[in-house]
C-alpha cells in the first residue's frame, strides 16, 4: 500500500461512521472540513502523542495508540463539561511504518469517536521520523459560565473523583516489565493493561458536573498529586485530600507493592488515568451523588476539602501521606 | 529556561496578542479553549509541518518555521473562502532544542495570526525526537453553500492564478544551494527567500473569491501541475492551462534555468506558493477583475479554461508544454 493508496483508505476510513454525521457539510477530501456549529461556544483542545514520549511503539498495538490519543483529547472537554462534537486526526508515520497499521492507527481512533458520538471528520497523514499523533476536538456549549474550568474552586467545597486509581499506571508498569513477579489473575491483568491502553474518556460525566453545579474540574492523567494541585493553584485555595481515600482499581495494591511503593502514593501519583478530579459546593452533594447513582455513572468517591490559602500561598497538601508526597505539592 | 518555564513563556506570548480577541472566554491554561462560535458554519483544518519533511531545520529560522507553519494551515481556510477565526498551536521539541527558539516558533506564528485578525488561543508544548508543529486552524461561514470546495468546476469556466509563481521553489533552491551560480540582485534574493520562508495565506483573497462567484478554489502549495489536477479530478472536468502564461515571481527564470529547467515548467511544478487557483463562470470575470482592483488585491493571472471530461475522464492538460509535464498529469 503506497503512501497516497493509505491516504485513500484512512479517507474512506473518516467517511464511514454509520451514519454518516448530519451537521457534517465537507468531510474529509477538501482543503478544510465544514460543520454546523454545535452550539453558541467551541471548546477546543489540541493534543499529540508522541512514540518515545507519550507512548512506546513496541507496547502498544496500532490500534490501541489510536484509541488512547484520541481518547486522551476527549478527555480535556469531559475536564471542561462540555458536549462532544468533532475531531481531527493528524498522523505522521515514519518510511518503513507498515500502512496497514497506519490504517489501525484511525480505526483504533474512530471506534472511540463513534462510542462517544464524536465525528472524526478530517485529518493528515505525513511524514516522520517519529510516530506522531496530533489530536484536535471540539466540543460545543450554550453558556460558557456552565463550563468547568480550574479556577473555580472555593473554600467550603468538597473534593471527588471519578472511578478507580491507579489501573493505568500499574498497567504501563506490567507492560514494561517493572512488575514482574507479582502474581494476577489474568482478568485482572487484562483489565489493567485496558485501563492504560484503550481509556475511555469521562464525557458523560464531565457533562454531569457541569449540570449539577460543580465549581471546579479537571482530569488527572498527571496523576492527581499533580492535577489537584493545578486546581488550587489556579483558584487561588488549598485544597487538602485523604491518599487513603483514594479508590484503587483491583490488582493495582499487588503492582505497588511490587514496585515497593504504598499503594495510595502510588494510585495518587503513577499518573494515565483519564478520571475527573471535581470541587464541588458541599450543599450539592446529596443532590449529585442520586443523580450520579440515577446516570449509573460508576463510582464517585470524596477524596478531600477546599480550605482557604494559608499565609504560603495557593497549595495542595495530604492530611495522611504528606512526607512521602512532598515532591508533588510544593 | 526548564520546560515549564518554556511552556509559562509561551502562555505568556498566547495570552499577549494586543488587542485580547473579544469572542474568547477561556484561552490557553485550562483543559482547553472557550470561544464564541463566529458564524454557524466552523471550516477547519489541521495541518503538520515536521523537520526534515516540510522544512529543514537548518534552512530557516525558528521564527520562520513558526510562520510558515501557520500561514500553511490558514491557506487552507483561504482556499475555502472561508472567514479566518481562531488557530491552535502544537509544538514538540527535541530535548536539546534552545528554549528560546522554542518562544520564537510562537512568536514568528502569532506575528501571522494577529496580521490576519486570527485569535491564537491555544497550544499544547510536548517533546519529541523530531521538531514537529501542528496547527488547527477554524474559519467560520454563514452558509456553506457560498464556501469554495475542489468540486465546483464547471465545463465553461475560466482559470486563474493569485500573485507570480515559482517565487518560493526559487527560494528553496537557493537555500539548498541548487543553485549557487545563478546571479541576482540581493533584493531580489531576499524576496525569494521570503517567499518560501515568510509566505502570506491568501485569506483576503479567497473570501473575494467566494463572494464574488467563483466555482472551484484550491491553493496550489504542491505546485498548480498537481493542485489543479485535484480540481479536474474532484469536479469531473478536464481542466487546460498555459504553463507559459503562469506569472513568475522576479528572479525564477534565472534560478530555473540554474537548475536546467524551463523557467514555466518550474513554475508550474516547484511548488511550497502559497497562492490560490480558482474555476470561475466566464460572465464573471469583468465583475471580479474590476473588483480584484477596487480591493487590492495583487495580481488575477487568466491561464487557462475548463472543459468537458473526454473518453479518458477527468484530467489536466498542458497546451503548450505537454509532454515536460506528462509525469503530473495523468
Chains 1, 2 share one sequence.
Request: proline content about 6%; overall charge negative.
Amino acid at each position: 500500500m503506497r503512501e497516497l493508496q493509505l491516504i485513500a483508505e484512512i479517507e474512506r476510513e473518516l467517511r464511514a461512521g454509520p451514519p454518516r454525521h448530519p451537521r457534517i457539510a465537507r468531510g474529509p477530501g477538501d482543503d478544510a472540513a465544514v460543520v454546523r456549529a454545535g452550539g453558541p461556544w467551541a471548546v477546543t483542545s489540541v493534543d499529540s502523542s508522541v512514540d518515545g514520549v507519550h507512548f512506546r511503539l513496541g507496547e502498544l498495538a496500532p490500534h490501541e495508540i489510536g484509541h488512547r490519543a484520541l481518547a486522551s483529547a476527549l478527555s480535556d472537554l469531559g475536564a471542561m463539561g462540555a458536549r462532544p462534537g468533532e475531531a481531527y486526526l493528524v498522523v505522521a508515520l515514519p518510511a518503513d511504518f507498515p500502512p496497514e497499521d497506519g490504517l489501525a492507527l484511525v480505526t483504533g481512533a474512530a471506534a472511540v469517536a463513534e462510542r462517544h458520538d464524536v465525528a472524526l471528520c478530517g485529518g493528515d497523514v505525513s511524514r516522520s521520523e517519529t510516530l506522531t499523533l496530533s489530536v484536535t476536538v471540539v466540543g460545543w456549549a450554550d453558556d460558557p459560565g456552565r463550563l468547568l474550568g480550574r479556577d473555580g474552586a472555593r473554600p467550603g467545597d468538597l473534593v471527588a473523583v471519578t472511578g478507580p486509581l491507579g489501573g493505568a499506571g500499574a498497567g504501563l508498569a506490567l507492560l514494561e516489565g517493572r512488575a514482574e513477579g507479582v502474581a494476577l489473575e489474568p482478568d485482572v491483568r487484562a483489565e489493567l493493561h485496558r485501563r492504560y491502553a484503550r481509556p475511555e474518556p469521562r464525557l458523560a460525566a464531565g457533562a454531569a458536573l457541569a449540570e449539577l453545579g460543580a465549581s471546579a474540574l479537571i482530569d488527572i492523567s498527571d496523576g492527581i498529586a499533580t492535577d489537584a494541585r493545578h486546581l488550587a493553584l489556579r483558584s487561588g485555595v488549598q485544597i487538602e485530600l485523604q491518599a487513603t481515600s483514594l479508590p484503587r482499581d483491583c490488582g493495582v495494591d499487588a503492582v505497588a507493592r511490587a514496585l515497593g511503593a504504598r499503594p495510595e502514593v502510588f494510585a495518587a501519583t503513577a499518573g494515565e488515568d483519564y478520571e475527573l478530579c471535581v470541587c464541588v459546593p458541599a450543599g450539592t452533594r446529596a443532590a449529585l451523588e442520586r443523580e450520579w447513582r440515577a446516570r449509573e455513572l460508576g463510582s464517585l468517591t470524596w477524596v478531600g476539602a477546599v480550605h482557604a490559602a494559608d499565609a504560603s500561598g495557593p497549595s495542595l497538601r495530604f492530611a495522611d501521606v504528606a512526607g512521602e508526597l512532598s515532591g508533588w505539592t510544593h
